[in-house]
């Protein structure tokens, strides 16, 4: 019975014995890990009502508060940075999405110092969860050497 638990999650479990005559569990792949495709159309870049219609998708309505928000285009080599509306202390979500071909490189900060830092492939979301101490304004940078959308929510938790 103890067997069955330890290999539960696992696609397939093989059982070796040795010279003590106690099975051992390895995992073995029997299926294999299956990627699906991404969806071909994340890897056009959108403008207007599709834009704003990607961002919504992309970028779930949270529990909490949705405190800002931003969408947009950026050509290759092209960078924005924008700042949050002031935010009281607490514990926020910092939702990041892009679509495009190649990836995008979010930079959340606080007075210079980095509270996110992470370069997302395309057709992507991911959140981040930061603590903040006191009322802060927080900077975002968006970065890409090629043509892609992006889009971010920041949530009070």
Sequence with gaps: MLLVVLCGGVAGCEYTYEDSGRPEATAT????NVALPPDPALEETVSGEALE???KAALPESQGQSFYSSSGYLNPGESKSEQTVQLPAGTYAV???CRGTR???F???LNEVALVDLTLGCANARV???QLEKDAVLSIR???RSDANFAYR???L
């Design 29 to 32: 792949s029997t299926a294999g």
């Design 53 to 55: 219609e990607w961002a």
């Design 95 to 97: 939702t990041l999405a």
């Design 103 to 105: 990836r995008v490189s």
């Design 107 to 109: 930079d959340v900060t």
């Design 128 to 130: 981040s969860v930061v």
């Design 142 to 144: 968006v970065g890409s």
């Design 154 to 156: 920041v949530s009070r």
